[in-house]
């Protein structure tokens, strides 16, 4: 995991991180803050296990701390923050020691996992575990909250 505490010390992820929580520090939904990232890091990594999906750890774990640090520059331009989050994931990843190849397949599975099924390989498990891990059914904002019932969880589920 020496290349996964890589991208958590990396100047720029640092960077990002403090930005969006600037940016939401009044939110009253959901935050995409480093606990966030983790849940669903652990999320996937127990799906991949089950689905005996041949995924490494810390490419699980580096896809999901890297999937949201584009809302820092969304927030800003109003463009989509998996798009915005392409760029940096790519050059986090790099100076973190991640070959091309896997560079490639993480930041795909970032730039998709909005679009991706939940059924559709690494992209449509961080989508999967992006949208589990959040806890709606303790959520003091739910009566405000722009989610449909259905999308909601109104439970544990894993």
Not at 44 to 59: F, G, N, T, V
Not at 82 to 96: D, M, R, Y
């Amino acid at each position: 995991m020496n290349r996964v505490n890589a991208i958590l010390n990396h100047e720029m992820f640092q960077m990002y991180i403090k930005k969006i929580a600037i940016y939401e520090k009044e939110r009253i939904f959901c935050r995409h803050d480093i606990e966030h990232s983790l849940s669903v890091a652990r999320i996937m990594y127990i799906q991949s296990l089950e689905k005996r999906m041949d995924i490494k750890k810390d490419m699980i774990y580096a896809a999901a701390l890297l999937h949201d640090i584009g809302r820092a520059s969304a927030y800003e331009t109003g463009k989509p923050h998996a798009i915005e989050a392409e760029i940096p994931a790519k050059t986090i990843l790099k100076q973190c020691g991640y070959n091309a190849e896997e560079t490639e397949h993480i930041s795909s599975a970032i730039l998709n996992h909005h679009h991706a099924n939940d059924e559709e390989g690494f992209g449509g498990l961080l989508n999967y575990a992006d949208k589990i891990s959040r806890n709606c059914f303790l959520c003091s904002a739910s009566n405000d909250c722009n989610w449909s019932e259905e999308k909601r969880n109104h439970g544990v589920t894993v």
